[in-house]
């Protein structure tokens, strides 16, 4: 049953041995440290696992899980929003772990259940990402192991998604559906990305059976902290585990990716999904490109006023707003006015400016006499691409 999408074709499976990887000793040493701080966070969450699920409806037979810390409760809320929109009720039967204080104390107020363990020594180590694949998200990616770990353990169905989503229509009677039909794990799919062949599985998104053969798979990638740091990606070396684990008989289901829509399909001049049920906003570099891509295609849930009086203007040194506005790497923050945009609100109002520019470049470059001269290349390069698919 594990499929790919139409036209596609298998790639070389990607058997990985630790000693084949040659994985670096610093990677190796920290993927060890990792582990024991994560054996400490196990103790103390599974004297909390009752008073959890208590307080869960899971009379269904699923769940939905996600993570995420304060600068990212934005979109958190925005996929709230987005659910109240619709007359979906996700309150009760989601289960959040924030990694810090200050989104617990959101999470909550937002009438969600959490689990915050503010005694983790891996938490207290985290901090904000800047940009994909850096050091402080490299992090992030194995406390989302972990907590898939967790919850793999509650004998539920669980639906673990990233918060850079929205939904239009309830994803959970199809994807149960599908799950009675025998499907181990399904997941969006992420795209034409080499890197994550042959599957090309998307992590953000993965409703799990609940099986011995989907807990024994993820138990394998528990283990490989090396692989993260090794590849700096959690999806990578889980596409490596998911088709070893597929060719050994986990049953996999690649999504339709006209419902189950992947950040790719927003990029460039692909054909945009005409109604999705879910949207997720991937293929971003930071929170200041998903802001612009939820505002580009409509996809943004919340009224100013909320935005707006989201949080402090100035929560800590590293505030949110002061993290998305300023690209890796640049010496000084891009304001328009002058200053560094201190809410989200401000760094909503700078990308949707940023894209209105971007907008009007196109328009010129298109009526650009280069642009005329190459339309053979183009054509022709795309006549290739379409023969090669």
């Known amino acids: 049953m594990s499929e790919m999408q139409p036209g596609g074709q298998w790639a070389p499976i990607r058997f990985h041995r630790r000693e084949r990887l040659d994985v670096p000793p610093q990677v190796i040493e920290t993927a060890l440290r990792i582990t024991s701080m994560q054996a400490e966070d196990d103790t103390r969450c599974a004297t909390a696992v009752e008073g959890l699920t208590s307080r869960l409806d899971v009379s269904g037979g699923a769940m939905i899980v996600m993570t995420f810390d304060d600068r990212f409760a934005l979109l958190f809320e925005n996929w709230v929003a987005s659910c109240d929109r619709s007359g979906i009720d996700v309150r009760h039967r989601t289960l959040v772990f924030p990694t810090d204080r200050a989104a617990f104390e959101r999470t909550k107020s937002l009438g969600f259940v959490a689990y915050f363990d503010e005694q983790s020594t891996l938490l207290q180590a985290m901090t904000e990402s800047g940009s994909y694949g850096d050091g402080?998200?490299?992090?992030?990616?194995?406390?989302?192991?972990?907590?898939?770990?967790?919850?793999?353990?509650?004998?539920?169905?669980?639906?673990?998604q990233d918060v850079d989503v929205i939904w239009r229509q309830d994803p959970l009677p199809v994807l149960a559906a599908q799950g009675a039909d025998g499907a181990d794990i399904q997941a969006m799919y992420d795209g034409p990305n080499p890197r994550f062949q042959p599957l090309y599985a998307n992590s953000g998104f993965l409703y799990f059976a609940n099986t011995d053969r989907v807990r024994e798979f993820w138990a394998e990638v528990y283990r490989r902290h090396d692989m993260v740091g090794y590849y700096r990606s959690q999806q990578e070396p889980l596409n490596v585990l998911l088709a070893a684990h597929a060719h050994r008989g986990l049953e996999v289901v690649l999504l339709d990716q006209d419902q189950f829509a992947n950040g790719h399909r927003f990029c460039g001049a692909r054909t945009r999904p005409v109604d999705p049920w879910v949207v997720h906003h991937s293929w971003t570099a930071n929170l200041a490109e998903k802001l612009e891509r939820y505002a580009a295609n409509g996809h943004w849930y919340l009224s100013d006023d909320a935005l707006g009086s989201f949080g402090p203007p100035q929560q800590s040194k590293r505030s949110p707003a002061r993290l998305a506005a300023t690209h890796p790497g640049a010496d000084e923050?891009?304001?328009?006015?002058?200053?560094?945009?201190?809410?989200?609100?401000?760094?909503?109002?700078?990308?949707?400016?940023?894209?209105?520019?971007?907008?009007?470049?196109v328009e010129a470059m298109q009526g650009s006499t280069s642009w005329r001269v190459t339309?053979?290349?183009?054509?022709?390069?795309?006549?290739?691409?379409?023969?090669?698919?």
């Not at 402080?136 to 673990?160: C, G, P």
């Open 136 to 160: 402080a998200w490299t992090k992030y990616m194995y406390h989302q192991n972990w907590v898939i770990h967790r919850v793999l353990q509650f004998d539920l169905e669980i639906l673990f």
């Open 333 to 361: 923050p891009d304001a328009s006015d002058g200053r560094l945009a201190q809410t989200p609100l401000e760094l909503l109002g700078r990308v949707r400016r940023h894209r209105d520019a971007l907008a009007n470049r």
């Open 375 to 389: 339309a053979p290349l183009r054509v022709a390069k795309d006549w290739v691409s379409g023969r090669r698919r």
